[in-house]
Structure formats: C-alpha cells, structure tokens
C-alpha cells in the first residue's frame, strides 16, 4: 500500500524545535517508503465559502492519505479533517491537550491520579481587583505552597509556584482574564518527574528528568535526563491517560507522589522526541510511523 502524508508544524515559532520534530518524523517514513511533505500550518490556509471548502497554498506532491499534526493550530488540523484527511493527532485531542484545565477534568472523569486542582473562576477581563477573598475554600483544600498553573502553556513557562496568601493573591490579580487552576503541590516531586511516550497501546521510551534549582524538571527550563524503565503501574497509568484524551501518541509527564506512586502531571499531544532519543537511543518516530501505517491498512 502506498502512502502519501503530510507534516505540518508552526511557521510562526522561532527557532528550529519544531522543524526538528517534522524531520524526524520524515525520516521515519522514509524507512517504510512512505513519501511525506513538510509544511508550515502559514503554507495552508483553510478557505471558507457557502460554494466550497478548500485550501490556499501550493500542494507539493498530491492530496495526502494523512497528516502528522506537529502544531497546536487546531483550526487547520480541524479544515484537514473536514476535507477528509486521517488526522494524528486529532483537532479534538490537540485542543483537549492545549488546554491543560480540559485535560485534568477528562483525567478526573475517568479517577485517573491528579493533583487536587480548584479551577478559576472565569473572569472576562482583568479588572486589577483583588479576588483573593473567591478563592478562601481552595486554600483550605490546597494549604500553601502551592501550584498556580495556566491553562495554555507551554514547557513550564505558565507554572508557578506560591507559598503565602500574599502571594496567590498577587498572581490571581496578574492572571485574571486568562483561564487558570490552583493545584496541590507535590513535594516529594520538587524538581523531578519522568516523561513517558505512549504509542497507540504501549509505552516505547521513558526518562526521568532532574533539575537542582526549580521545582520544575523540564529540559528546556536547565533540566538533566536519565534513561528510565517505567514500572507497570507508570505504564498503565500513561496508556490510560493518553487514551483518556483520545490521542494517538502523546508525552506523559508523571510526578512522584509521597508514596512513590505516580501523579499525572500533564499530557504533550506534540511532544518532542530528540531528547527522549539523546537519552535512551529510542527513536519515537519509528513507532510513530509503525502505529500510522497499521492505522491506515
């Protein structure tokens, strides 16, 4: 069976992350003689009309059997769909896995292990006002320190972590008008966590990540990474987490709890896949390109 795809990632990022990520997943189909194309989410433009729904942009090689969504651009892996295009991953499970508030409550519906989280109250606009008195019951729930998290973010930019009322207070007044959740910091997870990436029904490679000066264990925040062998417990719990948001791959981000057992942190429906190589030596997109060809049969 021949197969045509298309790879698309963010023209609007700087540097070469994302780029990056698209070529690996080119070569991973070069190795199965699947021919792929690399976009720009820019280089296609979803056109709307009562007449037609199309694309504006110059197609390269055909109309593909697929597309590998490497962007957060949910609106033009939505127009893909539309048009009949086979999806990884979907414009739901992308938009699901954005929204980090969406993610914890689908994870929760299914009692999945999560911090305990008190979601924000949405507010339209940031009045400047101090809101400190609405959140008087998600403090007792919570206790201090504790975790300030947005909604939308990215790499650990958006997480912050507040040890008074004093403070909460300060950051409920700097979010306010975004959408934001305040959740149970996990101590005994201070400065590391594991990275697990599930494909389809099975965990293909996994790393702790360590990092000496911030509660935060991300790579791209200075963090360090060792090769890691997930226990069955991790590995259930990862599968079961990717399969609560409806992805095909996802990263797996888990905390340790005070017991040892694993926490979800978040879910990456775009993770990053030279790390976890530079790591263990695993190539995800290997496994990406493998769980895209049995799909398609």
């Not at 070529?23 to 190795?31: L, V």
């Not at 206790?143 to 909460?168: C, N, R, T």
């Not at 702790?208 to 060792?226: K, L």
Request: with cysteine.
């Amino acid at each position: 069976m021949s197969l045509n795809g298309w790879i698309i990632y963010n023209g609007y990022l700087p540097g070469n992350k994302f780029l990056d990520f698209a070529e690996w997943i080119q070569q991973a189909a070069a190795k199965q003689h699947i021919e792929t194309s690399i976009y720009k989410n820019n280089e296609l433009l979803g056109m709307l009309s009562s007449k037609s729904m199309k694309l504006l942009g110059t197609v390269k090689s055909g109309w593909p059997d697929f597309a590998v969504f490497a962007d957060k651009d949910i609106y033009l892996a939505k127009q893909l769909e539309l048009l009949g295009i086979r999806v990884f991953n979907s414009s739901e499970t992308i938009a699901v896995s954005d929204d980090k508030i969406a993610s914890y409550q689908l994870l929760a519906s299914k009692r999945l292990p999560v911090p305990k989280t008190v979601i924000a109250p949405k507010a339209f606009h940031n009045s400047g006002d101090n809101r400190i008195d609405d959140y008087h019951e998600a403090m007792k729930v919570l206790d201090f320190p504790m975790i300030v998290k947005e909604a939308f973010g990215s790499f650990g930019d958006q997480v912050y972590l507040v040890h008074s009322k004093e403070e909460l207070a300060k950051k409920i007044c700097q979010l306010q008008g975004r959408p934001f959740m305040l959740q149970e910091f996990i101590a005994a997870s201070f400065g590391r966590d594991m990275r697990l990436h599930v494909v389809g029904d099975d965990v293909v490679a996994a790393m702790t990540r360590h990092a000496s000066n911030d509660f935060r264990a991300n790579v791209t925040a200075g963090g360090t990474m060792r090769a890691h062998t997930p226990s069955a417990e991790e590995k259930n719990i990862a599968v079961a987490a990717v399969k609560a948001i409806g992805a095909d791959f996802a990263g797996v981000d888990l905390l340790f709890g005070a017991d040892g057992s694993p926490i979800i942190c978040e879910i990456n429906s775009n993770a990053h896949i030279r790390n976890m190589f530079d790591c263990t030596g695993i190539n995800v997109a290997d496994f990406i390109m493998d769980y895209i060809r049995d799909s398609l049969k």
